[in-house]
């Protein structure tokens, strides 16, 4: 079963556009909710991370909106550039426990 | 500063071959170990993970197994790799849970042929 829900599973946007990227989960024990950020042939890299007691973070161009009564989390990348094409992994993980759930990804292209 | 080093970054292995992946973690004491697989094009699936030096616990019944030796080192081996074992496989790190985000290696580009 699939802890966290990402959709969608591309996305194409054209450079200086707004990419958004959705993921939804059901466990509300879920308390830190990272962005990961994957170049092809790299590890993932932390990107953001928000924890349920904020409804937004954002750092540069890069903002995490957070609905707890709907359980949803999304990224917003502004003024989209083609050095962002890559893919976006969201996850979720609980205080107690060992290991983050992550979202299946988003492969995202941006078109200069 | 605390570093990771996963390698070899790219292996070519027969079937039916063993394998071995190294996965080390510096500048840290204790942490929590990962392995991750993740297939072309496909998200990112947990394979093992460790809470401490021969803890280790299995997400997926598999081919491969996993050990931690050491506190700071943690390998993934195969006695006899599959074709469906090729993929492309990362190690990470993190300080308890994780809360400050999982450290991910640089990867090994594993195929089976």
């Known amino acids: 079963q699939q802890q966290v829900k990402q959709s969608p599973q591309s996305l194409i946007v054209q450079k200086g556009g707004i990419s958004i990227i959705n993921c939804a989960y059901e466990?509300?024990?879920?308390?830190?909710f990272p962005w990961y950020q994957q170049f092809p042939g790299k590890g993932p890299a932390l990107l953001i991370a928000i924890r349920p007691d904020v409804s937004e973070k954002k750092e540069g161009r890069f903002t995490i909106s957070f609905n707890k009564s709907a359980k949803q989390f999304s990224l917003h990348i502004m003024d989209s550039q083609p050095g962002d094409s890559a893919t976006y992994f969201c996850?979720?993980?609980?205080?107690?426990?060992?290991?983050?759930?992550f979202g299946t990804g988003t492969s995202l292209t941006v078109i200069p | 500063s605390q570093t990771i080093h996963q390698w070899p970054a790219t292996l070519v292995q027969p079937v039916g071959s063993p394998l071995s992946l190294e996965c080390t973690v510096e500048?840290?004491?204790?942490?929590?170990l990962y392995w991750y697989r993740q297939a072309a094009g496909r998200g990112l699936q947990l394979l093992f993970y460790s809470v401490g030096i021969g803890q280790i616990s299995s997400e997926v019944p598999q081919n491969l197994s996993a050990s931690r030796p050491q506190d700071r080192q943690f390998i993934l081996s195969s006695k006899k790799l599959l074709l469906s074992d090729s993929g492309f496989y990362l190690c990470?790190?993190?300080?308890?849970?994780?809360?400050?985000?999982?450290?991910f290696g640089s990867g090994t580009r594993l195929t089976v042929v």
């Open positions: 990470a790190w993190s300080v308890g849970t994780g809360h400050y985000g999982y450290t």
């Open positions: 500048g840290t004491s204790n942490p929590n």
């Open positions: 996850a979720a993980s609980t205080e107690n426990g060992n290991q983050f759930y």
């Open positions: 466990n509300t024990a879920f308390d830190y």
